[in-house]
């Protein structure tokens, strides 16, 4: 899963490894808060850091993949360079791509960590869709906008893999 900070990932996350978990399916959930709060803590926010982050995930994801679990990256993964790296490290075959395209607006509001108002105040360097570019995806597997309702969005995406 691609979108800002505050579009809603890690929520979303937790809610498909649910629905996962209820049908019986091995899944393991990947959160770029909680890896750069271990393995990655060593990372920062610069683009190098961002590519460092998502390669180290891709091949966590990788050896999970290889157990026959599925996989869920919840990161903000801004950069279309990026998301193509993991996707080449897990393999098209494994891969994926969910874009929540949720406005800075919205994310503004939601602003859990109050981030968007320190990246404003210059407290907080490279924040994507302050001072970082985000690439939106142009070739999704799935799209959430705006608002989504969760249920559905997790149901949507067992739906797909299963279908997939």
């Keep these: 899963m691609t979108g800002l900070s505050a579009s809603g990932k890690t929520t979303l996350a937790n809610r498909v490894k649910f629905e996962f978990s209820e049908k019986g399916i091995p899944c393991c959930l990947l959160d770029g808060d909680k890896l750069r709060t271990g393995i990655n803590s060593d990372l920062g926010f610069s683009e190098l850091d961002r590519r460092e982050n998502l390669r180290r995930v891709a091949h966590i994801a990788k050896l999970f ?18 998301r193509a790296l993991v996707k080449e490290i897990v393999g098209e075959k494994y891969y994926f791509e969910i874009f929540l395209d949720v406005s800075i ?6 602003d ?10 210059g407290l907080i360097a490279n924040f994507t869709g ?12 799935i799209v959430f906008s705006g608002e989504f309702e969760l249920n559905s969005a997790a149901k949507d995406i067992l739906e797909y893999y299963l279908r997939n």
């Design 105 to 110: 607006d919205i994310c503004r509001r939601r």
């Design 65 to 82: 993949l290889e157990q026959n679990f599925v996989v869920i990256g919840s990161f903000i993964s801004p950069l279309q360079t990026d």
């Design 130 to 141: 302050v001072s970082q570019a985000y690439e939106r995806p142009t070739n999704s597997a």
């Design 112 to 121: 859990p960590k109050g981030l968007y108002a320190q990246a404003d105040k």
